[in-house]
């Protein structure tokens, strides 16, 4: 319907460019017949890689210009792109009605899954179209609930978002996080709980990293970077992770340093205080590799020393729980499906098994009560199981059906906790379980303004190019029929051992509602059955990722559900970068792609922020082996001429500090330099957006409006 429109405003918005490195390109040039593209100029730079044979290889870098986001050709750049991008959008004749379909479907309380501190509980909640959730707290749950901070006042336009929340042990105190804009970089600030004022202390630069509160109240324990030293916090390279600890009332300035590893600037730490305040518990991370090291502190023994009880990265620790001196983890060590094991910190190496591993995988592990609290996936949907402290299982949890769950916060004094259960057709609900009984209380149930009764969701199991059985699942309306003609959007993501669940979104909700068809397929490289399952989708073996992908749609086709010209792809982050390489190796078989967050450039991607730290997933461009794998499939550098690719809606926000937005300015400039046909390939940056955490509601919708026009646009229903 709208593959091919010229209008006159968007021949304006481009002569309005105006600027000597940025020229409308005409048709003549080879653009598109249906879009006038801003010419990005290219720069004569080259980069060397290893080969097998022990030589270089040479790289050309046409774009590199567009890595430096603040410069006046990138910004004026982004404008030019953003406004072709709107004048396109400005034609699709249904994009309001989406635009108050989504409002409409948006509108309906959210509640977050409570948790229990000093004799009160404090949840999160949405009225319907705040931009922020609310931090609420009440005595009771059927009280009457207390703001105790509201993230939609501290930015005019919501994008400060609460990054973190911890309440200090006494509960006199709320130690929590915010970032702006979407960055990963946070701020943390202390409220007064009874007064709801901040207190003067201000902690930055905080990176992944939560606060957990000494014991006594008196201050907590976080993670952070020195400042970045060239003054670009969107691009500078994350390093020497540190650990510090602030004490109430004293400056940032003043704040222990306790542990930092200067010989190891990969190394990143996470530390928690153990429930009985006992110990420090630093998990240390390198890169995006499950596998971890453990080290604790005595904190009950003035001057002790950090001990490293795992000291190489030989599987995932996860700390479940201690009673004294043996500590319980959830791991991965000789069970690539996980299993509970205990060790008594004096005698370091001996793990004795208390949960073992099982056929379906075991993906958290809580202590509550005196009990244990166990979520597996099956086949990548939820399955909740109670054991006794010798982990022995007594009972299922009963849940409602094939979806996912959340949350089981609790400690050893109460057999209280709480978790949300949610599918791809019902929004979260929230149930309150006694572990002891193992009785579930439904305590908030939200209610939608789509009636969900009417789609359906289904499993199936197909197989990829070298025979390997993939799960998938296919939501659509009850009774759709299998002849080809559903516009039908295909998700996967299949990277750094996450798994993709069942869940609930606005926007797939208005998708459906438009007699569109969802499908999320459980890729390899995922986590959905374990380290196995994540191996065979990592590093060399990341193209089996794409294969996976493929098949997918293969399947789609085949059963009759959808067709080429009615089927898309989309992803974000590594999605992205799976959406992007997926529709460049088989263009043939969709109709639109959307690449979201993408990591794009293959060879560049551990130069920015904390993009070193995926090597441990893609590999080394570094590496000749690794070089040659990621070289084959990297989106920018395998764009060819002469082929009709899907249209390609790129979307990205400069404030991305997650993945670096050059990576999708670089492969739109690319991409509309060596596309000749007449699908739009276009991109959306939004200028006050980051990697999507936190990103408020009303962004959320314009960003959505546009992709699903985008979508129904291109898919012609």
């Excluded at 409570?114 to 009160?120: Q, W």
């Excluded at 207190?199 to 630069?205: G, L, N, P, Q, Y």
């Excluded at 400069?654 to 739109?668: L, W």
């Amino acid at each position: 319907m709208l593959r091919s429109i010229l209008t006159a405003g968007a021949a304006l918005a481009l002569a309005a460019c105006g600027s000597a490195n940025i020229q409308p390109q005409s048709a003549d040039d080879g653009a598109s017949a249906a879009l006038t593209y801003p010419v990005a100029r290219t720069v004569d730079h080259n980069d060397r890689y290893p080969a097998a044979d022990g030589s270089e290889i040479e790289v050309a870098d046409p774009y590199r210009w567009l890595e430096e986001l603040d410069s006046a050709e990138t910004r004026e750049w982004i404008a030019a792109q953003n406004r072709i991008t709107d004048a396109y959008l400005d034609q699709i004749s249904d994009r309001s009605q989406i635009r108050t379909r989504l409002s409409a479907l948006w509108n309906f309380e959210r509640y977050g899954v409570p948790s229990r501190r000093a004799g009160r509980y404090f949840y999160t909640h949405n009225n319907g179209l705040q931009n922020q959730a609310v931090l609420y707290m009440a005595e009771r749950l059927e009280d009457q609930p207390t703001i105790l901070l509201d993230p939609n006042q501290l930015s005019s336009d919501g994008t400060v978002a609460l990054s973190g929340a911890e309440v200090s042990p006494d509960g006199r105190y709320l130690a929590y996080g915010t970032s702006s804009g979407g960055s990963d970089w946070q701020q943390w600030r202390v409220r007064d709980v009874s007064s709801r004022s901040d207190r003067d202390e201000v902690i930055d630069w905080v990176k992944f990293s939560g606060a957990s509160w000494a014991k006594d109240s008196s201050g907590f324990y976080y993670s952070r970077y020195d400042a970045p030293a060239d003054g670009d916090p969107l691009k500078a390279v994350n390093e020497n992770h540190k650990i510090y600890f602030h004490r109430l009332g004293t400056a940032q300035s003043e704040d222990q340093l306790v542990y930092a590893r200067p010989d190891q600037p990969q190394w990143g730490f996470a530390a928690d205080v153990s429930e009985d305040g006992r110990f420090l518990l630093i998990s240390v991370w390198q890169g995006t590799d499950r596998r971890n090291r453990f080290f604790y502190q005595r904190l009950d023994r003035p001057g002790a020393p950090v001990t490293e009880l795992v000291s190489e990265l030989v599987a995932s620790f996860q700390f479940v729980d201690n009673d004294g001196d043996v500590f319980y983890f959830l791991t991965d060590l000789d069970a690539p499906r996980y299993r509970v094991v205990a060790t008594d910190i004096n005698r370091p190496g001996n793990w004795s098994n208390l949960v073992a591993e099982s056929d379906a995988t075991l993906v958290d592990a809580k202590a509550i009560g005196n009990r244990l609290v166990l979520e597996y996936l099956r086949d990548a949907h939820s399955e909740v199981r109670i054991a006794d402290r010798g982990g022995r299982i007594e009972r299922d949890v009963m849940l409602p059906g094939l979806g996912s769950t959340g949350g089981f916060t609790g400690d050893r004094q109460s057999n209280e906790t709480f978790y949300s259960y949610t599918s791809f057709t019902a929004a979260p609900s929230v149930y309150r379980l006694d572990v002891e009984t193992g009785v579930s209380t439904l305590y908030q149930s939200p209610s939608t303004p789509l009636d969900e009764s009417r789609f359906e969701t289904k499993q199936v199991f197909y197989t990829s190019k070298d025979g390997t059985r993939i799960p998938m699942f296919i939501t659509a309306a009850k009774g759709t029929p299998l002849d080809g003609t559903a516009p039908t959007m295909l998700y996967g993501y299949g990277g750094f051992n996450i798994p993709v669940t069942p869940s609930y979104k606005v926007p797939i909700a208005v998708w459906l509602d438009m007699g569109g068809v969802y499908a999320v397929a459980n890729l390899r490289g995922g986590g959905e059955y374990g380290g196995d399952w994540h191996r065979a989708g990592m590093k060399l073996n990341k193209q089996n990722v794409f294969d996976d992908f493929a098949a997918a749609a293969e399947y789609l086709i085949a059963q009759g559900w959808t067709s080429p010209q009615k089927l898309s792809i989309l992803g974000g982050s590594n999605g992205g970068l799976l959406a992007a390489a997926t529709a460049q190796q088989r263009p043939e078989l969709f109709a639109a792609t959307v690449p979201i967050v993408g990591v794009l450039d293959m060879l560049r991607f551990n130069q920015f922020t904390i993009g070193w730290a995926w090597e441990s997933d893609y590999g080394s461009p570094q590496k000749a082996d690794e070089f040659a794998a990621l070289y084959a499939y990297s989106p920018l550098h395998n764009l060819r001429s002469g082929v009709n690719y899907p249209a390609t809606f790129v979307v990205t926000g400069d404030h991305d500090d997650r993945v670096f937005p050059a990576h999708s300015f670089k492969y739109t400039a690319a991409l509309q330099s060596v596309y000749s046909g007449d699908q739009p390939m276009l991109i959306r940056v939004d200028t006050r957006g980051g990697h999507g955490a936190g990103k408020p509601t009303a962004k959320q919708i314009e960003e959505w409006t546009d992709i699903l026009g985008f979508l129904k646009a291109q898919l012609e229903f």
